[in-house]
Structure formats: structure tokens, C-alpha cells
């Protein structure tokens, strides 16, 4: 070979490469996420608009607006992945993805074709908006269509990312790997997500104008209002399941990569992991601090039960959160020969222990969410509320509550990546050196399998 | 001399005749003229069908099971080579018995949908909140009727099922034990717990069953059928003198007594017979088609005889208690099970069967009642993505 074909001009650093695939995975999900959510929510008020014609301009308004951010994130949003491949992961992680592509083949070429079909449909939509005003159901059925196609990408990258955290002990059917056990789990915590995550954004950019409105066109404000609320519905309607469907895929781990599981639960991810219960709460909290405000600016009725809902979701967190040891891993608790309740000397702390106590306040959490959800609707069912007198504080709340959506997000990301430590694919391929472990030999994780 | 002079008139004659006779004596031409042509809401009426469709359904369970005790042998040791005998030598012993399977299967989804329906519509309002508690009950019944159906067979699907389901009970505080006991005959899935599910499944449960749909249906004829909101909206700008005018004509079973007035005739009534009716026949025919296509398809499985000593064997659920399942494995510890398992599940089905006694709103319209709907479409919801994990989880064991 001759010495100029030697690869030495690519990092070889871990730590470095693994920052580049965070900032850009991080970025496209943030994105592609809210891609998929939000061709749902423009779905949903298509139809409304269609059912209401000439009773309600504003669910018409918000899928125009939808669409058109959809064509613009999406046009600065397909750039990310192309660097992804190109110089991300062939320049830096070369073995890794070619193993990789080679495994999951068919769905990288099922993945191209929807992606292909996708910028088809959008570009379609967003072009001839107003033409298609004349064939609306013509426009419903392309912007399902978009619906579906977007669906069946996150269907298919679900099943790269599943596979890389639970390959059914390298199973090399194709039934295996795509229906591998976190897949389902995976595209259902997904599914949901990607609608509240859309929910929360379009809640936060439509706080942003409403603060802008108040301040410049007031004749604008009732529609923006408007439309915080009905995003802020998605964002904390459908989080309301997360909590179960997150525990249920954290189980498939448990069975299926229990070292995974044990990194995330008592290891060197468990305090990461309180904080993303952290945030959880957070995001409820939020979500019901914004319908009490929004409740009490309209003088409607329903102030005090979402008060108690507050309380009830701020002491559910508290508990959630509260972390099971005084010490950073459970490793560090048995070494130090101090597994034993802190009133007795000890590091551990029983009150904070996942079962039962973390998964009845998750439970509380839920139920009280639902309720305050359900209070709210009810003032609305009943036209209790006006629009365009929310508070300005009440807007930088929502504000707030995409952050956390967002930094959730990330935080899951880390902890799912992170998880898999000291593998790419687990129990199949290394992250250091990227090898493929050879199973008749001792590997980094064979004890843990 | 009668009975000649009978003989001797023409056929048609004499089944008229015959026909006046038993007439004069049961009163069959008013009963028939009051079942036939009784009023139903216009708008819907499909939608309805699903109730007659559930009847259908039961009726078709009860002639296939009557088939099957033909053959089935309910002792521990016999159970297993009676259903063999029946699924390999009786010439339509298999098709009857996937029959029976996939009659259960399209029941449960039947009156599943039945529900939702009557759920979105709010037909459980005052008066007919005892034809949904009845309903509820039924449902129950036929959960009941599926699981220890399940059991039956014997083979070691059927047999750690049985195991499964019998300790449930043993979660519960204080009775827990006792019931388990009881359902089981001793510490252990044997003999008795086979006699007993036996006795529940074709005894107990089909009279509680056969008892409340006669409630049911009395309720029904008693009340109407609700329909749903549409067929109660107002069109003109009178809408005071629209609704008396509509209860003035309303024709029997409505107007609905202690209910509203704008709730007590719908806008518009079509005759049981023929309108009604020529929609449940065709739900039905098409129901019973599918299942008569599935069991001849798909059959009934049987696996291997039981084998209480095995430690390979893992047991599934059937379809219909996946979530519950699911459950039990996200509330893994005694405590939990309670809290998770028994207690939201308890709390659920309790909260489901009163409901109507719950829902105290005046509106019927789903958009106008979110007080309900919510958390009805968030329960529904979780039953449905607990199903979906569940057989995620079961295709990866």
C-alpha cells in the first residue's frame, strides 16, 4: 500500500469523535423529530379546518404555518444527516458503519426511498399551498401521505438504533433484527414524543409572537394565544403516557442487555437518570403551572383543582427524583462496605429505591397530570376561556417548558448512547478501536451478558 | 272427526290453522308485531348492529361449546386425549373447536367496540344506566369465559395458565390465600382446579351471562336505543316546538321517560323490521364468516400434553390479557402487583362498570364531555399500547 493512501489524517481520539456524533445526532433529532410530530399536528388541524369550514379560520392558519416551518426546518435539517454519513461516521467511525450498513441494509435503501419521498411530498405541499385550496382533500391525503412517510423513517431508523443497543445476540435474520426487542418499545416512546415535542415547539414559537404581538399587532394576539394552548395540549397530552412506555422499554433493556440496563439504573448513569426524572417533572409542572395561569387570566373555573394537580406533581417529582444512595454508583456503596439505610450508617436511602416508591409517585405524576389536563378541557368545553389575555408570564412559561422538552431529549440520548459503554453495538462491536468481539473469547461486557 | 277433518283441508289452510291455534294461546302475533316493529333512531343504525352482532356471537359460542362437551372429558388425565381425539379423529371435531376459539376472539373485539360506541355516544345516561352496568357485567362474563375456557384443554398452554391465573388471587390481603385454595383444591394446580374452572366455565358463568342479557334486553326495548347526539340536534329556530312536536309523534318505545325532553325522541325512527334489522343480520353473517374462515385457516392450537415438571415451557397469554400481562411485569414485586396490577386494574373496572353514576354532565356530545373522554380515550390508550409491548415481548422470549 502505498504511504500516501495511510489514513493519519483522521482523528483518532474516542472522546472527540463520540462529541462530534452528539452534536450532530443531537441536532437532527431535535429537528427530525419535530418533522414527524409536526406533520401530525398539521394532519389534525387540516382535518379540524376541513369539518369547520367557514366557522373557524384558525386550525386553517396554524397547518399553513405548520407546513411552511416544517419546509424550513426540514430544508436546513437534510443537510445534517449527509455530514452525518459523509464525514461523521465514514470519516471517523469507517468500520463501525460500514458493519453496520452491511447488517441493516435494506433498511438504510427503505430509509433513502422515504427520504426521497418525503422531500417530494413537502416541497409539493409547501409549493402549491394555495392552489390546492381548491382540492382540499387532494391536500389532506398528500399531507397524510407525508404523515405516513415520516412515520416509516422513524419506523426504519428506529430499527439502526434499537439494533445497536439490543442486537438479539447478533442475529443476522432480518425479522430479528428489525422487530429486535427495544424496536417496538423504541417506536412507540417515539411515536408519542415526537407529538409533544412538536406540541411543545409550536407552543414556544407561538409564545414568542403572542410576547411580540402584545407588543406590535394586538389584532394578532387572540390567534397566538390560541395556538400556545392547543400546543401546549399535545406537549403535555400525550408526555401524560411517556412515563409508562419509557419503563416498559427500560424493562426490555433489563431483559435484553442487562449490562445496558445496570449502567443506566445503578451505575455511572443513574444520577443522569434522576435528573431525566427530573426533568419529567418538570415538564408536567410546567404544562399545569401554564393551564392554571391561562385558566385564571380568563376567570374560568377549574383555578383550584389544578392547584392541588401543582402540588400533587411537585411532590411526585420530589419523590421520583430522590436519589436511592448518597454516592455516585452503587459499585461505590458495596465497596466502601456501606450498603445499608443511612440511618443506620450507611450510604443507601430505601425512600428513594426504584421499586415500589419511584414508580408509584411516576404513577401519581401520570394521574395527576390527566386530571389537570382534564380540568382544563372542561373549562374549555364550556367556552370559559377568551383568547388574547393570557399572561406574558404564563407565555414565557411555555417558553421554558420547550427548553426542558428539549434538554430531556438530549438527556435520554445520552443516557440510551452512553448506556451501551464499551460497546457500538452491544456485546457485538467496541466503541475503542471499534473491533468485533469475538465470543469465543473473554470481552469487555462478557460478563454482563 | 277433528283431527281428520284437519287433515283433510289444504297445506296452507291447515298450517294457518295451526298457527291460530298456538296464536290464541301465546299471544305470538302481538309479541312478534311488538319485537318487530318497535322505533329505532335513523342515523347509525350499523353502528347499533354491534349489539345485535354480540347476541349472535354468544348464541354461536353456546352451540359450539354444546358440540365440544359431545367429546371433552374434564379429568386431568383425559382432558388432553379428548381434545386430541376431537382435533385428529372426529371428521369436524377441529373446525368446531377453532370455531369456538375465534367466536371468542371476535366477541371480546365485538363488544369491545360495542362499548366504545356506547361510551363516545353517552347512550349510559339517565334512564339507561343499568343497561351499561348490565353490559359492563357482561363484558366481565365473558373475560371470565375466555380465561377459563383457556384452561380447559390441558395441554401446557392450558395447564400454566391455569397455574397463572389461579395464584392472581393471592395478591389480594387477607382472602387472597383462602380464594386460591379454592379455586384450586389444594396448594397446587391438580385434579379439583380442573373440575371446578369446568364447572365456572359452563355452568357458573353462562347462567350469569344468559341471565343479564335477558336483563339487558328488557332494559333495552324498555328505554330505546339512545343512538347518539346527531340524531337529537334541532334544525330549526324554534327548537322548543321542534322537540314537542317530535315527542307528539314519537312512536313506542320513545319518548324516554325520566330523561330530558331534548333527549326523549329522536329526530328521526326507522321500524326495527325490516330497516334495523337487515343491518344486524348482514353484521353478523359477515362476523360469523370470518370466524368460520379463521377456524378453518388457523384452527385451534393444541400443544403438547401438560407437563407440570417442565422448565423449558414458557407460558403466553391469549391476545386479550396481553396488557394485563404487560402489567404484571412492570409491577414486578407482591407489593407492587397490588398496587399495579390488582389495584389499578380493580380500580379501572370498577370506575368503568359505574360510570354512568360518575358522569354527571347533561351534555352528550364527546367534545362537550372531556371530563370523561379523556381519561376514557388515555385508558383506552394504554390498554392498546400495553397490548402492543406485550406481544413485542412475547415474540422476543
Known amino acids: ?449 | 272427526m277433528a283431527v281428520l277433518r284437519f287433515l283433510a283441508r289444504p297445506l296452507s289452510r291447515r298450517l294457518r290453522s295451526g298457527y291460530g291455534w298456538v296464536d290464541e294461546r301465546a299471544g305470538t302475533t302481538s309479541m312478534l308485531h311488538k319485537g318487530l316493529y318497535e322505533a329505532v333512531p335513523k342515523r347509525g343504525g350499523w353502528a347499533y348492529a354491534l349489539g345485535s352482532a354480540t347476541l349472535a356471537l354468544i348464541l354461536l359460542q353456546l352451540f359450539t361449546g354444546i358440540f365440544l362437551l359431545l367429546d371433552y372429558v374434564p379429568s386431568f388425565s383425559q382432558a388432553y386425549d379428548s381434545l386430541h381425539y376431537l382435533e385428529t379423529s372426529d371428521r369436524f371435531g377441529a373446525w368446531v373447536r377453532g370455531m369456538h376459539l375465534w367466536g371468542a376472539y371476535v366477541l371480546i373485539l365485538v363488544i369491545g367496540l360495542h362499548m366504545l360506541r356506547t361510551f363516545l355516544s353517552a347512550s349510559y345516561k339517565r334512564p339507561r344506566e343499568l343497561n351499561w352496568v348490565s353490559g359492563a357485567v357482561l363484558f366481565f362474563l365473558t373475560l371470565g369465559l375466555a380465561i377459563t375456557g383457556a384452561m380447559l384443554p390441558m395441554d401446557n398452554a392450558g395447564y400454566w395458565t391455569a397455574v397463572v391465573v389461579t395464584n392472581i388471587p393471592h395478591y389480594l390481603p387477607f382472602i387472597g390465600d383462602g380464594i386460591r385454595s379454592l379455586w384450586r383444591g389444594s396448594d397446587f394446580v391438580g385434579p379439583v382446579t380442573l373440575t371446578r374452572t369446568f364447572g365456572i366455565h359452563i355452568w357458573v358463568l353462562p347462567f350469569l351471562l344468559f341471565a343479564l342479557i335477558g336483563g339487558h334486553l328488557m332494559l333495552l326495548r324498555r328505554h330505546g336505543e339512545f343512538g347518539s347526539w346527531v340524531n337529537y340536534q334541532t334544525d330549526t329556530d324554534d327548537p322548543e316546538r321542534e322537540i314537542t312536536e317530535r315527542i307528539l309523534r314519537a312512536e313506542p318505545p320513545y319518548p324516554t321517560k325520566r330523561t330530558g325532553r331534548r333527549w326523549a325522541a329522536p329526530r328521526d325512527t326507522v321500524d326495527f323490521f325490516p330497516d334495523q334489522i337487515f343491518k344486524d343480520i348482514v353484521i353478523s353473517v359477515v362476523l360469523i364468516a370470518v370466524i368460520f374462515v379463521m377456524s378453518y385457516v388457523a384452527g385451534a392450537p393444541l400443544d403438547e400434553r401438560a407437563d407440570p415438571a417442565t422448565l423449558t415451557y414458557v407460558p403466553t397469554p391469549e391476545w386479550f390479557y396481553l396488557p394485563l400481562d404487560q402489567m404484571l411485569l412492570l409491577y414486578p414485586s407482591g407489593y407492587l402487583i397490588l398496587v399495579g396490577g390488582l389495584g389499578l386494574v380493580g380500580i379501572g373496572a370498577l370506575m368503568l362498570t359505574l360510570l354512568p353514576f360518575l358522569d354527571r354532565s347533561h351534555a352528550r356530545a364527546p367534545l362537550r364531555r372531556p371530563e370523561v373522554i379523556i381519561p376514557g380515550l388515555f385508558l383506552a390508550l394504554v390498554v392498546v399500547i400495553l397490548a402492543v409491548l406485550g406481544a413485542n415481548r412475547l415474540f422476543n422470549l
Open chain 1, 1 to 449: 500500500m502505498s504511504h500516501a493512501l495511510v489514513a493519519d489524517a483522521v482523528p483518532q481520539s474516542v472522546l472527540g469523535n463520540s462529541l462530534w456524533v452528539a452534536i450532530i445526532a443531537s441536532l437532527h433529532i431535535q429537528i427530525a423529530t419535530f418533522l414527524t410530530g409536526a406533520s401530525t399536528l398539521t394532519v389534525v388541524s387540516e382535518g379540524i379546518a376541513m369539518l369547520r369550514e367557514g366557522h373557524d379560520q384558525r386550525h386553517g392558519r396554524l397547518a399553513h404555518g405548520l407546513l411552511r416551518s416544517m419546509a424550513y426546518t426540514f430544508s436546513f435539517d437534510a443537510a445534517i444527516p449527509i455530514f452525518w454519513v459523509l464525514f461523521v461516521f465514514l470519516g471517523l467511525w469507517g468500520t463501525f458503519f460500514i458493519a453496520l450498513t452491511r447488517i441493516t441494509f435494506w433498511v438504510f435503501i427503505f430509509e433513502a426511498g422515504l427520504f426521497l419521498a418525503e422531500v417530494i411530498l413537502l416541497y409539493t405541499l409547501y409549493a402549491n399551498w394555495d392552489r390546492l385550496t381548491a382540492y382540499r382533500r387532494a391536500r389532506l391525503g398528500l399531507l397524510v401521505l407525508l404523515n405516513l412517510v415520516l412515520f416509516w423513517q422513524m419506523f426504519f431508523i428506529d430499527v439502526v438504533a434499537s439494533y445497536m443497543l439490543t442486537p438479539n445476540g447478533g442475529d443476522r435474520s432480518q425479522l430479528a433484527q428489525i422487530l429486535n426487542p427495544t424496536d417496538i418499545p423504541l417506536d412507540v416512546h417515539r411515536l408519542i414524543g415526537n407529538i409533544a415535542w412538536a406540541g411543545a415547539v409550536t407552543a414556544a414559537f407561538a409564545a414568542v409572537r403572542y410576547l411580540r404581538a402584545l407588543r406590535r399587532a394586538p389584532e394578532d394576539a387572540p390567534f397566538y394565544d390560541w395556538v400556545v394552548q392547543w400546543g401546549v395540549l399535545f406537549a403535555i397530552g400525550f408526555t401524560i403516557l411517556q412515563p409508562w412506555v419509557g419503563y416498559s422499554y427500560a424493562k426490555e433493556v433489563q431483559l435484553h442487555a442487562y449490562g445496558a440496563w445496570y449502567t443506566m439504573m445503578f451505575g455511572e448513569l443513574s444520577n443522569v437518570f434522576l435528573l431525566q426524572i427530573t426533568l419529567l417533572g418538570l415538564i408536567f409542572i410546567l404544562a399545569t403551572l401554564y393551564l392554571l395561569r391561562r385558566l385564571r387570566a380568563s376567570g374560568a373555573s377549574g383555578v383550584r383543582s389544578l392547584r392541588i394537580a401543582l402540588g400533587l406533581e411537585i411532590v411526585a417529582t420530589l419523590l421520583a427524583a430522590m436519589p436511592s444512595r448518597f454516592a455516585w454508583t452503587q459499585g461505590d456503596v458495596t465497596a466502601r462496605h456501606l450498603d445499608r439505610p443511612f440511618w443506620q450508617g450507611g450510604l443507601e436511602n430505601p425512600v428513594g429505591t426504584m421499586i415500589p416508591n419511584k414508580i408509584i409517585a411516576l404513577l401519581a405524576l401520570m394521574a395527576a397530570s390527566l386530571w389537570a389536563l382534564t380540568v382544563y378541557l372542561k373549562a374549555l368545553s364550556r367556552d370559559q376561556l377568551r383568547w388574547g389575555d393570557a399572561t406574558r408570564r404564563s407565555a414565557r412559561g411555555v417558553i421554558a417548558l420547550a427548553v426542558v422538552v428539549s434538554m430531556m431529549m438530549a438527556t435520554m440520548g445520552v443516557i440510551r448512547e452512553h448506556s451501551r459503554h464499551p460497546y457500538l453495538i452491544y456485546g457485538e462491536m467496541t466503541i475503542e478501536g471499534q473491533h468485533v468481539v469475538d465470543h469465543a473469547q473473554p470481552s469487555p461486557g462478557a460478563t454482563q451478558r
